[in-house]
Nanobody, 131 residues
Framework: QVQLVESGGGLVQTGGSLRLSCAAS????????MGWFRQAPGKEREFVAA????????YYADSVEGRFTISRDNAKNTVYLQMNSLKPEDTAVYLC????????????????????????WGQGTQVTVSS
């Protein structure tokens, strides 16, 4: 059982920054990957970024690469999403997710972008970017 709690959402202007946090209960082992997804009104839940807990390899959606950075803090069992140069189209509920992965296996970005692969989800935190 894994519980995830997101925080850090809010209202910012275009070009502003936010740092989202996802705190996991207990210890996240190396067999997990952590992902950030977002869902805007009337749209499907879409992949934003992911990180392998063991090794810290990262993956990004094309729409956020260069602006967003995903990272982890092993001691705090927390994953972060630093969002810079925010745009109105970034407005959405951002959700943290966790999935089990095979250590050493060569997963692709497409694998982590598949929301159906994830085993656990947080409640989400709202990010609103005004134009």
């Amino acid at each position: 059982q894994v519980q995830l709690v997101e925080s850090g959402g809010g209202l910012v202007q275009t070009g502003g920054s936010l740092r989202l946090s996802c705190a996991a209960s207990g210890r996240i082992f190396g067999s997990y990957a952590m992902g950030w997804f977002r869902q805007a009104p009337g749209k499907e839940r879409e992949f934003v970024a992911a990180i392998r807990w063991s090794g810290g390899r990262t993956y990004y959606a094309d729409s956020v690469e260069g602006r967003f950075t995903i990272s982890r803090d092993n001691a705090k069992n927390t994953v972060y999403l630093q969002m810079n140069s925010l745009k109105p189209e970034d407005t959405a509920v951002y959700l943290c997710a966790a999935e089990r992965v095979r250590a050493g296996y060569s997963y692709t970005r497409d694998y982590f972008a598949d929301k159906y692969k994830y085993d656990y989800w947080g409640q989400g935190t709202q990010v609103t970017v005004s134009s």
